[in-house]
């Protein structure tokens, strides 16, 4: 990282010697100032994780529409939610996550969904959405406008799954008890952001 932070600060320094190289002392000072302007803005890049940890609090795991913490730490810091509810992701859909240092705007690349009991003694299951996202820059705020990026999201609920009784991983399954259930929410990937 210290590397690729020097070779960035370096290349504009470079730029701003060649220039004042080139050109005579009485225009240097222009010359320098409007190379100065044409400097690109330096970028950040590293992996960018957010994440709920398990949330098993029973008013969120018993909602519809389901709204968990998120923490955000690598390239930019910072807290925010994330709502569950609504339709399952789908290629394209774009999905905005609003965090204390502005929007991150996601795009849908794939998403997978997959069911299997944890403990079939128990009917406990566990649920994981993956879906594989870019960043939509132009649509990002704040610490996140015109980012670049890419990665993966996991969504995991485990519950008991019940239907009429017997153990099922039925779309209309629903737990006969909360206990072991949990929401976990991560999402990862490499991030570059302008500084």
Do not use: W
């Not at 774009?94 to 795009?107: A, D, P, R, W």
């Amino acid at each position: 990282m210290k590397r690729i932070t020097a070779i960035c600060v370096a290349a504009p320094l470079l730029a701003l010697a060649a220039a004042g190289c080139s050109s005579s002392s009485s225009s240097s000072s222009s010359s320098s100032s409007s190379a100065a302007a044409k400097a690109t803005p330096s970028t950040m890049t590293g992996t960018e994780t957010f994440t709920s940890g398990k949330v098993t609090n029973a008013k969120v795991l018993e909602a519809n529409s389901p709204t968990v913490p998120l923490t955000y730490t690598g390239v930019v810091s910072a807290t925010g939610s994330f709502n569950l509810g609504g339709s399952g992701p789908k290629k394209g859909q774009i999905k905005t996550f609003v965090t204390s240092k502005g929007n991150l705007v996601l795009m849908v690349a794939s998403d997978t969904v997959s069911a299997k009991f944890v403990d079939s003694s128990t009917c406990l299951a566990q649920d994981i959405t993956t879906v594989h996202y870019t960043v939509v820059g132009n649509q990002s705020t704040g610490s996140f406008k015109s980012a670049s990026g890419s990665g993966v999201v996991s969504a995991t609920f485990q519950a008991n799954s019940e239907l009429k009784g017997k153990c099922s991983l039925a779309n209309n399954a629903e737990p006969a008890t909360m206990t072991g259930a949990y929401v976990l929410f991560t999402g990862t990937g490499p991030l570059t952001i302008k500084s």
